[in-house]
Nanobody
Framework: QIQLVESGGGSVQAGGSLRLSCAAS????????ISWFRQAPGKEHEGVAT???????RYSDSVKGRFTISQANAKKTLYLQMNNLTPEETGMYYC????????????????????WGKGTKVTVSS
Protein backbone atom coordinates (compact mmCIF):
# COMPACT_ATOMS: atom_id res chain seq x y z
CA GLN A 1 0.00 0.00 0.00
CA ILE A 2 1.60 3.23 -1.15
CA GLN A 3 1.09 6.13 1.24
CA LEU A 4 2.14 9.73 0.75
CA VAL A 5 1.95 12.35 3.47
CA GLU A 6 2.82 15.96 2.73
CA SER A 7 3.76 18.56 5.31
CA GLY A 8 5.42 21.95 5.58
CA GLY A 9 2.77 24.17 4.07
CA GLY A 10 1.87 27.49 5.63
CA SER A 11 1.46 31.19 5.06
CA VAL A 12 4.23 33.43 3.83
CA GLN A 13 4.53 36.84 2.28
CA ALA A 14 5.49 37.32 -1.34
CA GLY A 15 9.20 36.74 -1.77
CA GLY A 16 9.29 34.30 1.12
CA SER A 17 10.31 30.67 1.26
CA LEU A 18 8.83 27.36 2.35
CA ARG A 19 10.12 23.83 2.42
CA LEU A 20 7.62 21.07 1.79
CA SER A 21 8.14 17.44 2.72
CA CYS A 22 6.53 14.25 1.49
CA ALA A 23 6.92 11.02 3.43
CA ALA A 24 6.50 8.12 1.04
CA SER A 25 6.04 4.53 2.06
CA UNK A 26 5.19 1.26 0.38
CA UNK A 27 6.60 2.09 -3.05
CA UNK A 28 9.55 0.85 -5.04
CA UNK A 29 11.80 3.80 -5.80
CA UNK A 30 13.67 1.83 -8.47
CA UNK A 31 10.65 1.72 -10.76
CA UNK A 32 8.65 4.76 -9.70
CA UNK A 33 8.59 8.47 -10.35
CA ILE A 34 7.72 10.82 -7.53
CA SER A 35 6.72 14.38 -8.19
CA TRP A 36 5.23 17.58 -6.83
CA PHE A 37 2.03 19.06 -8.19
CA ARG A 38 0.01 22.05 -7.12
CA GLN A 39 -3.56 23.17 -7.56
CA ALA A 40 -4.57 26.79 -7.32
CA PRO A 41 -8.17 27.57 -6.33
CA GLY A 42 -10.44 26.88 -9.27
CA LYS A 43 -7.67 25.52 -11.47
CA GLU A 44 -6.41 22.12 -12.53
CA HIS A 45 -3.40 20.32 -11.11
CA GLU A 46 -0.10 21.67 -12.41
CA GLY A 47 3.18 19.79 -12.43
CA VAL A 48 5.91 21.60 -10.50
CA ALA A 49 8.93 19.32 -10.15
CA THR A 50 9.60 15.67 -10.84
CA UNK A 51 12.08 12.93 -10.02
CA UNK A 52 12.63 9.95 -12.31
CA UNK A 53 13.38 6.51 -10.93
CA UNK A 54 17.05 7.07 -11.86
CA UNK A 55 17.12 10.34 -9.91
CA UNK A 56 16.86 12.73 -12.84
CA UNK A 57 15.14 15.92 -11.69
CA ARG A 58 12.99 18.26 -13.78
CA TYR A 59 11.12 21.49 -13.20
CA SER A 60 8.31 23.38 -14.82
CA ASP A 61 9.43 26.57 -16.51
CA SER A 62 7.48 28.66 -14.03
CA VAL A 63 9.52 27.49 -11.03
CA LYS A 64 12.93 26.79 -12.56
CA GLY A 65 15.63 28.60 -10.64
CA ARG A 66 13.43 29.20 -7.60
CA PHE A 67 12.30 25.72 -6.51
CA THR A 68 14.48 22.73 -5.72
CA ILE A 69 13.28 19.14 -5.51
CA SER A 70 15.37 16.66 -3.56
CA GLN A 71 15.17 13.18 -2.11
CA ALA A 72 16.52 11.64 1.08
CA ASN A 73 16.26 8.52 3.21
CA ALA A 74 16.61 6.12 0.28
CA LYS A 75 14.09 8.20 -1.65
CA LYS A 76 11.44 7.74 1.01
CA THR A 77 11.34 11.46 1.69
CA LEU A 78 10.77 14.05 -0.99
CA TYR A 79 11.38 17.73 -0.44
CA LEU A 80 10.44 20.86 -2.30
CA GLN A 81 12.34 24.00 -1.37
CA MET A 82 10.40 26.99 -2.65
CA ASN A 83 12.01 30.41 -2.77
CA ASN A 84 10.80 33.81 -3.90
CA LEU A 85 7.16 32.74 -3.77
CA THR A 86 4.45 34.79 -5.46
CA PRO A 87 0.76 35.13 -4.55
CA GLU A 88 -0.14 33.27 -7.74
CA GLU A 89 1.50 30.19 -6.24
CA THR A 90 -1.09 29.94 -3.51
CA GLY A 91 -2.82 26.57 -3.47
CA MET A 92 -2.62 22.96 -2.41
CA TYR A 93 0.64 21.16 -3.02
CA TYR A 94 0.66 17.41 -3.55
CA CYS A 95 3.21 14.71 -4.00
CA UNK A 96 2.32 11.88 -6.32
CA UNK A 97 3.83 8.58 -7.38
CA UNK A 98 3.73 6.88 -10.76
CA UNK A 99 4.67 3.21 -10.78
CA UNK A 100 6.07 1.52 -13.89
CA UNK A 101 7.10 -2.05 -14.65
CA UNK A 102 10.83 -1.38 -14.85
CA UNK A 103 11.96 2.24 -14.77
CA UNK A 104 10.03 5.48 -14.74
CA UNK A 105 10.55 8.71 -16.62
CA UNK A 106 8.47 11.38 -14.96
CA UNK A 107 5.93 13.57 -16.69
CA UNK A 108 4.16 16.74 -15.65
CA UNK A 109 0.74 15.27 -16.39
CA UNK A 110 -1.30 14.43 -13.29
CA UNK A 111 -3.16 11.74 -15.24
CA UNK A 112 0.02 9.65 -15.33
CA UNK A 113 0.20 9.27 -11.54
CA UNK A 114 -1.66 6.55 -9.69
CA UNK A 115 -1.04 7.54 -6.08
CA TRP A 116 -1.54 10.88 -4.39
CA GLY A 117 -1.17 12.40 -0.97
CA LYS A 118 -3.82 14.62 0.58
CA GLY A 119 -1.79 17.75 0.06
CA THR A 120 -0.49 20.63 2.12
CA LYS A 121 -1.76 24.18 1.80
CA VAL A 122 0.46 27.06 0.78
CA THR A 123 -0.75 30.63 1.05
CA VAL A 124 1.34 33.49 -0.30
CA SER A 125 0.14 36.97 0.55
CA SER A 126 1.09 40.17 -1.26
Amino acid sequence: QIQLVESGGGSVQAGGSLRLSCAASGYSASRSCISWFRQAPGKEHEGVATADSDGTLRYSDSVKGRFTISQANAKKTLYLQMNNLTPEETGMYYCAVRVELITCRATMSPRDYQFWGKGTKVTVSS
